[in-house]
């Protein structure tokens, strides 16, 4: 008897359905094909045993058992429950009637227990897109894929479950999500909050910039100056995510198997802050499995690399088309993959190997031309697309003990979100523009370009600083942001000289 049970398969971030052929007939063998790896093979042991396990007839006739499209890579252990199901609908233990209306995913424990797969939510949206009445998967994935509408989803604990309901036996109770509620409850819960952070208003002040315009941002600063600690606050003044981008964000972390138990959406940006060791295909993604890197990771968030030159050139190398095109597409000899990677990148660094170039107590002890050659373990080509630079003096004890609370980041997202709405009326009939950040020579010469008197204060900041070219693009679209942050139409004198403040590292004196 032949019978198809409908599961599914992960690509990229998207799903594809996998229609599970299963054929009962005379013989004693059994047959996998349709380009399954090591996991999916190795789901023979792990079915029988929960056949056995259930009370089930473990079938003494030969079985065939097709993945299709048989072109299509099988990866991971979701095919278990699909393929015990087929096994007892082809046998006569399921009625097959209904199997056409569910997707059914799965991973199978010796003793018939399902285990959490990866991917549920993109699963669930193609099970709709698909026109499928039901979702049927694991009840720790449940929640997560009870996100998408117009789809029944049934969270299941063991395979009997799965049988006693697609034999009319017994009702699996449908789980619901009220996504809405859910979302917006969680949407302001940050562990780490601005008012923690003593002094250091010139560096609080750039990362509103930074946050506000969608920039990217490098701190440099001796140890314990405070640059990780703030780096860790800046999700709070964030704008929150929209639904639409929540939706996005957890489809990532869903594939990477990086959400939590019982999670349905993300509600906060993410922080991704990555250990220099990192290699190049866990900052990008793909490999033999082929899943989400950090880059996609952070996307509508933040991705933290601390310590900045300690990182690998190569690494650091693999950043650079991502930041420019807000997506990456990773292409082997097996597969492409597209990844988005919208994601603000903010680094912090030691200003030389010992810490203490500039700092206003402490002596450098670093050898002549060694601050130079550690500044220069960061490409041009990188450092170019990043658009502040702001150095990081270390907190007197005076304003580490006073006893005025800081401002809190409440308080300063308010500030970043009326910016955003001033770039996002501006830009709402430009596809791909979003932040000031995003802006093309086109558009800086439209809104960022200020009258000719003020324009003369940024001729002579170069020329006096000897400050390199792509800089002048860079002062410009901050200046446009800082503008924003005061509801200035215009950008003004004021503005070009804070946003000339922040490109310290272009200065040609700045290593000596």
């Given at each position: 008897?032949?019978?198809?049970?409908?599961?599914?398969?992960?690509?990229?971030?998207?799903?594809?359905?996998?229609?599970?052929?299963?054929?009962?007939?005379?013989?004693?063998?059994?047959?996998?094909?349709?380009?399954?790896?090591?996991?999916?093979?190795?789901?023979?042991?792990?079915?029988?045993?929960?056949?056995?396990?259930?009370?089930?007839?473990?079938?003494?006739?030969?079985?065939?058992?097709?993945?299709?499209?048989?072109?299509?890579?099988?990866?991971?252990?979701?095919?278990?429950?699909?393929?015990?199901?087929?096994?007892?609908?082809?046998?006569?233990?399921?009625?097959?009637?209904?199997?056409e209306k569910y997707l059914i995913v799965g991973e199978l424990g010796l003793d018939?227990?399902?285990?959490?797969?990866?991917?549920?939510?993109?699963?669930?949206?193609?099970?709709?897109?698909?026109?499928?009445?039901?979702?049927?998967?694991?009840?720790?994935?449940?929640?997560?894929?009870?996100?998408?509408?117009?789809?029944?989803?049934?969270?299941?604990?063991?395979?009997?479950?799965?049988?006693?309901?697609?034999?009319?036996?017994?009702?699996?109770?449908?789980?619901?999500?009220?996504?809405?509620?859910?979302?917006y409850k969680n949407q302001y819960d940050f562990p780490f909050d601005f008012s923690?952070?003593?002094?250091?208003?010139?560096?609080?002040?750039?990362?509103?910039?930074?946050?506000?315009?969608?920039?990217?941002?490098?701190?440099?600063?001796?140890?314990?100056?405070?640059?990780?600690?703030?780096?860790?606050?800046?999700?709070?003044?964030?704008?929150?995510?929209?639904?639409?981008?929540?939706?996005?964000?957890?489809?990532?972390?869903?594939?990477?198997?990086?959400?939590?138990?019982?999670?349905?959406?993300?509600?906060?940006?993410?922080?991704?802050?990555?250990?220099?060791?990192?290699?190049?295909?866990?900052?990008?993604?793909?490999?033999?499995?082929?899943?989400?890197?950090?880059?996609?990771?952070?996307?509508?968030?933040?991705?933290?690399?601390?310590?900045?030159?300690?990182?690998?050139?190569?690494?650091?190398?693999?950043?650079?088309?991502?930041?420019?095109?807000?997506?990456?597409?990773?292409?082997?000899?097996?597969?492409?993959?597209?990844?988005?990677?919208?994601?603000?990148?903010?680094?912090?660094?030691?200003?030389?190997?010992?810490?203490?170039?500039?700092?206003?107590?402490?002596?450098?002890?670093?050898?002549?031309?060694?601050?130079?050659?550690?500044?220069?373990?960061?490409?041009?080509?990188?450092?170019?697309?990043?658009?502040?630079?702001?150095?990081?003096?270390?907190?007197?004890?005076?304003?580490?003990?006073?006893?005025?609370?800081?401002?809190?980041?409440?308080?300063?997202?308010?500030?970043?979100?009326?910016?955003?709405?001033?770039?996002?009326?501006?830009?709402?009939?430009?596809?791909?523009?979003?932040?000031?950040?995003?802006?093309?020579?086109?558009?800086?010469?439209?809104?960022?370009?200020?009258?000719?008197?003020?324009?003369?204060?940024?001729?002579?900041?170069m020329n006096k600083f000897n400050l390199s070219a792509r800089a002048y693009d860079?002062?410009?679209?901050?200046?446009?942001?800082?503008?924003?942050?005061?509801?200035?139409?215009?950008?003004?004198?004021?503005?070009?000289?804070?946003?000339?403040?922040?490109?310290?590292?272009?200065?040609?004196?700045?290593?000596?």
């Open positions: 008897m032949l019978v198809k049970v409908f599961g599914a398969a992960v690509q990229g971030i998207d799903a594809t359905i996998i229609t599970t052929e299963v054929n009962s007939s005379r013989g004693v063998k059994f047959f996998l094909v349709g380009l399954p790896d090591s996991a999916v093979k190795e789901s023979h042991e792990r079915v029988m045993s929960a056949l056995q396990v259930g009370g089930y007839r473990v079938p003494v006739s030969q079985i065939v058992v097709n993945l299709a499209p048989a072109d299509i890579k099988k990866e991971g252990s979701s095919y278990d429950l699909p393929i015990a199901i087929g096994i007892l609908a082809a046998t006569g233990s399921i009625s097959p009637d209904h199997l018939g227990k399902l285990q959490p797969i990866r991917g549920a939510l993109p699963m669930a949206i193609e099970a709709r897109k698909k026109g499928f009445e039901g979702f049927i998967l694991p009840k720790q994935n449940a929640r997560e894929a009870a996100v998408v509408n117009q789809l029944k989803v049934f969270g299941v604990e063991s395979l009997t479950e799965v049988v006693n309901f697609l034999n009319g036996k017994a009702d699996l109770p449908i789980v619901e999500v009220n996504t809405r509620e859910e979302f923690d952070v003593k002094g250091q208003e010139n560096v609080k002040r750039a990362l509103e910039v930074a946050a506000a315009g969608g920039h990217n941002i490098i701190m440099i600063g001796a140890p314990g100056s405070g640059k990780s600690m703030m780096a860790k606050r800046l999700p709070s003044i964030l704008p929150p995510l929209s639904l639409a981008e929540s939706l996005e964000t957890t489809k990532i972390h869903s594939v990477a198997g990086k959400l939590g138990k019982d999670v349905s959406l993300i509600a906060t940006r993410p922080f991704r802050s990555p250990h220099h060791t990192i290699s190049q295909v866990a900052m990008v993604g793909g490999g033999t499995h082929p899943q989400p890197g950090e880059i996609s990771l952070s996307h509508n968030g933040v991705l933290f690399l601390d310590e900045l030159p300690e990182f690998s050139r190569t690494t650091l190398e693999v950043l650079r088309q991502p930041l420019e095109d807000r997506h990456i597409t990773i292409s082997r000899a097996k597969y492409t993959l597209d990844y988005p990677a919208g994601m603000m990148l903010v680094a912090s660094m030691n200003p030389c190997p010992c810490g203490f170039y500039n700092h206003p107590t402490r002596k450098c002890v670093c050898a002549p031309g060694q601050v130079q050659r550690y500044l220069n373990k960061i490409s041009g080509p990188l450092l170019d697309r990043i658009d502040i630079q702001v150095e990081i003096i270390p907190v007197p004890f005076e304003k580490i003990s006073a006893p005025t609370p800081s401002e809190n980041s409440e308080t300063i997202r308010k500030r970043v979100i009326r910016a955003r709405e001033i770039q996002a009326e501006r830009y709402k009939d430009i596809a791909g523009i979003h932040c000031n950040a995003q802006m093309t020579p086109k558009l800086m010469n439209e809104y960022a370009l200020p009258e000719k008197k003020d324009l003369e204060i940024l001729k002579t900041a860079r002062i410009l679209k901050v200046a446009r942001t800082i503008a924003d942050l005061e509801s200035s139409p215009q950008v003004k004198s004021h503005h070009l000289a804070e946003a000339i403040s922040y490109r310290n590292l272009d200065r040609d004196n700045w290593a000596g």
